[in-house]
């Protein structure tokens, strides 16, 4: 058996033992839904059917606790936090006061954005925030960060936002892109269907949610024979790049093991087992910063070292399972 052919069967294994569906431990999960400023009656109909449904799903499918979740509003609602650039500097300073490294964060922009060939904004009620002020505001949040821009003038976002292991949608490719998307409809009816568990693991990622959005906007389009003018990207490298969720390409890792999916209170309970989900959550990471590395180091460092890896990720999935 060749080396490589030894990885890959090791690879194999560590794939396999870890199929068995096992919740994140001691962590918070947060989610900050942002529905801005409106653009008139017909849209702000639509971003309550959105921030509802958003809503709804994190807490009734995925676990969410009601009051780790926070909801900004329109011009039209006359009840609840308005999206406005002051409460944004406020729930995100909170959540680096209040946040830990095991935490997972789920940043939402619903509704419009605009770009002028040099300034990228989402539209707030009130004052906009630049792509370059929302950059400075989730700077050092700590966790893992997921952040969906669900709007026409997204696109910039990417280059702005994009850091190594922070998941960055954006709706569009394009900085072109002017009309209003029609992503968010598909990344809201994602989050709520059970059938977005692509791999059917019992458990639903943001890469997934993002591939089945992505694919039911290209079928929207399709079926109206219209010629597709959005098309969702995701970063999680660090390069500002993207891809799209059919594409090849090095992002997606980190999105595929950043699971929505509550904590199981049994687990949480196991001392012994809540330190080995742990644990395999660190190596799932060190294995995606490792992929990132092909090609800087000499591959037979490259091989061991990945290797190591994944022996150790099959023996603590094993371990694992069994106390599950």
Do not use: C
């Amino acid at each position: 058996m060749t080396q490589m052919t030894q990885i890959k069967y090791i690879v194999a294994i560590a794939l396999v033992a870890s199929l068995a569906p096992v919740a994140a431990v001691a962590e918070t999960r947060w989610a900050i839904i942002v529905s801005g400023a409106s653009g008139g009656e017909k849209y702000a109909e639509q971003m309550k059917e959105w921030r509802t449904g958003l809503q709804s799903a994190l807490v009734d499918r995925y676990g969410f606790k009601a009051e780790d979740i926070r909801v900004f509003v329109d011009e039209t609602v006359k009840t609840g936090e308005a999206a406005n650039a002051a409460n944004m500097r406020k729930v995100f300073g909170d959540l680096k006061t209040k946040g830990a490294k095991d935490d997972f964060v789920l940043v939402v922009l619903l509704g419009h954005g605009t770009y002028d060939g040099d300034v990228a904004k989402f539209n707030l009620v009130g004052p906009d925030l630049t792509a370059k002020e929302w950059t400075d505001l989730l700077a050092g949040i700590p966790g893992r960060l997921a952040v969906v821009n669900t709007t026409e003038a997204s696109f910039p976002f990417l280059a702005s936002l994009t850091s190594k292991g922070r998941i960055v949608i954006t709706a569009t490719d394009s900085a072109a892109q002017k009309y209003a998307t029609v992503f968010p409809e598909y990344f809201v009816k994602a989050m709520k269907e059970a059938s977005s568990d692509l791999d059917k693991n019992g458990r639903t990622s943001i890469f997934e949610v993002f591939a089945a959005a992505s694919a039911a906007v290209k079928q929207h389009y399709e079926q109206r024979g219209q010629l597709a003018t959005e098309r969702a990207l995701i970063d999680d490298n660090g390069d500002g790049t993207g891809r799209e969720a059919s594409a090849e390409g090095p992002d997606g890792g980190f999105a595929r093991i950043a699971y929505l999916d509550a904590e199981n209170p049994a687990e949480a309970a196991n001392p012994e087992l809540a330190a080995l989900v742990r644990r395999r959550r660190a190596l799932e990471t060190e294995a995606e910063e490792l992929k990132l590395k092909k090609g800087e180091i000499p591959d037979a460092e490259w091989n061991a070292q990945f290797e190591k890896l994944m022996v150790e990720l099959a023996q603590v999935s094993m371990e694992i399972r069994k106390k599950s």
